[in-house]
């Protein structure tokens, strides 16, 4: 994870599109109060049964778990609900072999969905991915995986990383390598959340993770007035246009916006005096912005958030 601070600083300081707003940090966290704490399964989207089953249930939710804007009512929502179903109806439903063999439209009906689904063809490879590695290298349980990697966050994040090709999210700017590792990191922080810290979800460096860089987070540091963005930039998120994956644009939206979290991070713990985890603020940034439907965000069509 010091490669996606020290990578995300970088940006920030050579950004030519996106600004990380001092004053707006500090104004932020004078006005904050006590983070509020969101509970991880807020509105009893997820499935969770205490056990194996459920560490497989959110690797393959993490895996899916990009790219929904295409479709104006598709979300997070229906994909954590939909695999809940799925598995409910069919506990051997993500068994490691039936995920080798998923179809797009399979995947479809899984999640009760009633057309094609945004870069179908993508999530179908990365079920496959998913599957074949799992089976390869871990008896086919991602329960597994997680009990190789001792209790440790940033153990479980490099695992992933390099075992699945899918969950490797870094990119080029400027000739500096960029990583950002949001859907590697978010498996981790969604054990965390669904286990409470305990069992499959107890890692002793927690706080080693970044903020997971997304469309919604962005948003909101914007309106917060912690980023601000160029007029074009503002332009083209105004007008619907699509931001290239990979372009300065996009890159500097995700890294600012991990860069900015970092500094909130460190003057709520110099002010107050007590600890407070990435993982804690981003639930709370993306809990604020999915409550404002009318938010405009970036979009862009990539696997990796």
Known sequence: MDDVRASS????T?????????????????NIGPIPKVEWDFEGIHY???G????????VLDALNFCFWPDKELNYDHLASGLKAALQNDQSAFDADRLQK???????ELLKWPRPLPLEDERVRLLHEVGCELERSFDGKASNLVKSCGKSALKLVALVTRHFPGFRDHTLYKGHQVFLYK????????LWG???GQAYGQFNDIGSITIMADYIVPAVLRQLGVLRYSSTLASTIEANSEIGPGSEEEVELRACSVHAVEKMRELISMKSGKQVLSVELDLWLWASG?????????????IYY
């Open 9 to 12: 600083a970088w940006v920030a």
């Open 14 to 30: 050579h950004s030519s599109h996106v600004v990380v707003d001092s004053a707006g940090i500090e104004k932020v966290v004078d």
């Open 48 to 50: 969770f049964d205490n």
């Open 52 to 59: 194996p089953l459920t560490v497989q249930y959110l690797f």
């Open 102 to 108: 998923y179809t797009g439209p399979q995947l479809r």
């Open 183 to 190: 859907r590697a990191q978010i498996f981790v922080a969604d």
């Open 194 to 196: 669904a286990f409470k």
């Open 290 to 302: 999915v409550q404002c439907s009318s938010l405009p965000h970036h979009r862009t069509l990539s």
